[in-house]
T-cell receptor, first 110, second 115 residues
Framework: DAKTTQPNSMESNEEEPVHLPCNHS???????IHWYRQLPSQGPEYVIH???SNVNNRMASLAIAEDRKSSTLILHRATLRDAAVYYC???????????FGSGTKLNVKP | EAGVAQSPRYKIIEKRQSVAFWCNPI?????LYWYQQILGQGPKLLIQ????????DSQLPKDRFSAERLKGVDSTLKIQPAKLEDSAVYLC?????????????FGPGTRLTVT
């Protein structure tokens, strides 16, 4: 399983943008990049995913480096409800197997 | 659309006892996953079903854990006998077809405490 590397923790101020980095230097050409987050005492929830191009949805944006060896999850205006552990996950093109690392714990300050 | 349902939400048992968890995935989802999440760690995949067949159980401790998905719908995960190190949250998830770009939908989990 291709692995990802994320910082253990990050801090942000409320209503400011947050950039969460992820390194995945062993990514293969057909691996998807997924981001999930887990709020306290809840199951993980989907945030966004992409293959090669940058992606935007109502929750966040995903910026993928040109060589695909890193990506960044962008929360445009952090709220207190965004405080969670964020996981960056790779899956192969035709097999949806998730390997969760330790993730990045995001703390949002009011 | 109803989400992934799990029961019970909490369970406390003594070591060497047995326990079973139930999961009902989102209607129409072919792929079902069971994860174990130990406090402070990310979820670890235990077993993955495609319809009623197992596609990956490489990290399932088969001497004490078993899982089934009869009729390709709901699923049961059993532990017998339980050990102290089995204390964790057990998460069930489902996805539409199990393809790389599919979203996984997670249930709320069952928190197991083994004393």
């Amino acid at each position: 399983d291709a692995k990802t590397t994320q910082p253990n923790s990050m801090e942000s101020n409320e209503e400011e943008p947050v950039h969460l980095p992820c390194n995945h230097s062993t990514i293969s050409g057909t691996d998807y990049i997924h981001w999930y987050r887990q709020l306290p005492s809840q199951g993980p929830e989907y945030v966004i995913h992409g293959l090669t191009s940058n992606v935007n949805n109502r929750m966040a944006s995903l910026a993928i480096a040109e060589d695909r060896k890193s990506s960044t999850l962008i929360l445009h205006r952090a709220t207190l409800r965004d405080a969670a552990v964020y996981y960056c996950i790779l899956t192969s093109y035709n097999f949806n197997k998730f390997y969760f690392g330790s993730g990045t714990k995001l703390n949002v300050k009011p | 659309e109803a989400g992934v349902a799990q029961s019970p939400r909490y369970k406390i048992i003594e070591k060497r006892q047995s326990v079973a968890f139930w999961c009902n995935p989102i209607s129409g989802h072919a792929t079902l996953y069971w994860y174990q999440q130990i406090l402070g760690q990310g979820p670890k995949l235990l077993i993955q079903f495609q319809n009623n067949g197992v596609v990956d159980d490489s990290q399932l401790p088969k001497d004490r854990f078993s899982a089934e998905r009869l009729k390709g719908v709901d699923s049961t995960l059993k532990i017998q006998p339980a050990k102290l190190e089995d204390s964790a949250v057990y998460l069930c998830a489902s996805s539409r077809a199990g393809q790389g770009g599919d979203e996984q939908y997670f249930g709320p989990g069952t928190r197991l405490t083994v004393t």
